[in-house]
Every structure is written in structure tokens, then in C-alpha cells.
């Protein structure tokens, strides 16, 4: 069980990933749905905020970004998992969040993930499971920000949040 909310170690990704132009080949995540190709950052963003948001590392994602930890430990089941599918040069990374509460006080418990691609370098964001149909006190973030002044779409919710799967190139 994790005690809290901090950066996993510094993972490569297996191809160069071009992020907003930029080459990337490494990222680290947070329990509360942060992925950053900055991988020297330091602090770890709280609760969310609207895109640009100044504590967001640079060359960020946020996948369903919000404070999840908010009773921490998590449970045994709340893990970030980490998967190569394909081969070159369509390899596909997933980073997938499994089993993380949702809501304040918890409600539901959620998993959802970013898919990287190699050959199109797009990013996709996937809702993959919300134990609650409808919940009314999650205010999520979503969306790519590079910095203060390039950011790509968000969406922050406080309704109900369906399956979907965003593209983001």
C-alpha cells in the first residue's frame, strides 16, 4: 500500500515520443493521474486545476488528474501499471491507473489510462471503469500542457463522466 501521493521512479520509454515537437524518451507518474516528461520535477501536484495550471510540471498530461489519496494508504489494488503492446514501429505505451477512489468522501473507485503512440506520436486518454454511474463531486482535469503558454484541451467534470476515448496529436 502507498502511504501518499509522489513520483513513481524515472521509466524509458521504449521509442522517442515527440511531445508538442519536442523528442521525449522518459516520464514519471503520480498516484493522482499525472504523467510528465520532466522527469527532473520535484514537487507533486495536489488537487487539480484548470489548464495552464502553474503546478503542473511542464510537459505534463493529466489523465482524470484530481486528489485521489485522499485517505491514504491506498489499497492493495491501486496500482499504476505499465505496458509495451505492438512492435516497432507501431508500438504502443499504456500507463493505466487501476482501482482509484474517486470522490470526497470516497464513492467509487475508477481506472483509466494514457495510451502513447509511436508511429502518429498521439497521446490518448481512456476512461476504462467508474464503479458509480454518476459522480457528482469529482472535478477532474484533462488535457496536455507543455507550459504556461501551450496547453491542449481540458475538461474538468463535477457530472457524471461517461467511457470515452480521447485523441490528442
Known amino acids: 500500500a502507498v502511504a501518499g501521493n509522489k513520483w513513481s521512479n524515472v521509466l524509458a520509454l521504449p521509442f522517442t515520443f515527440k511531445f508538442f515537437g519536442e523528442k521525449v524518451t522518459n516520464f514519471k507518474v503520480t498516484q493522482n493521474g499525472v504523467l510528465t516528461f520532466s522527469t527532473a520535477a520535484g514537487s507533486v501536484p495536489a488537487g ?27 489499497g492493495a489494488n491501486d496500482i499504476i501499471y505499465t505496458r509495451v ?25 475508477a481506472s483509466y489510462a494514457i495510451m502513447i503512440e509511436e508511429s502518429s506520436h498521439a497521446v490518448y486518454i481512456v476512461d476504462m471503469y467508474r464503479g458509480t454511474p454518476t459522480l457528482t463531486n469529482l472535478t477532474a482535469t484533462f488535457g496536455l500542457q507543455y507550459d504556461n503558454r501551450y496547453y491542449y484541451s481540458q475538461q474538468t467534470s463535477k457530472t457524471a463522466l461517461s467511457s470515452a476515448t480521447t485523441a490528442y496529436t
Not at 505534463?60 to 491506498?74: E, G, K, N, Q, V
Not at 482509484?100 to 468522501?105: A, K, L, Q, S
Request: proline residues 12%; glycine residues 2%.
Open 48 to 74: 487539480n486545476a484548470n489548464l495552464p495550471a502553474s503546478t503542473l510540471p511542464n510537459k505534463s498530461i493529466a489523465c482524470t488528474w484530481d486528489a485521489y489519496t485522499i485517505a491514504p494508504p491506498l
Open 85 to 109: 503492446v505492438n512492435l516497432a514501429p507501431h508500438r504502443q505505451v499504456w500507463i493505466k491507473w487501476n482501482s482509484y477512489e474517486t470522490g470526497n468522501p470516497v464513492i467509487s473507485d
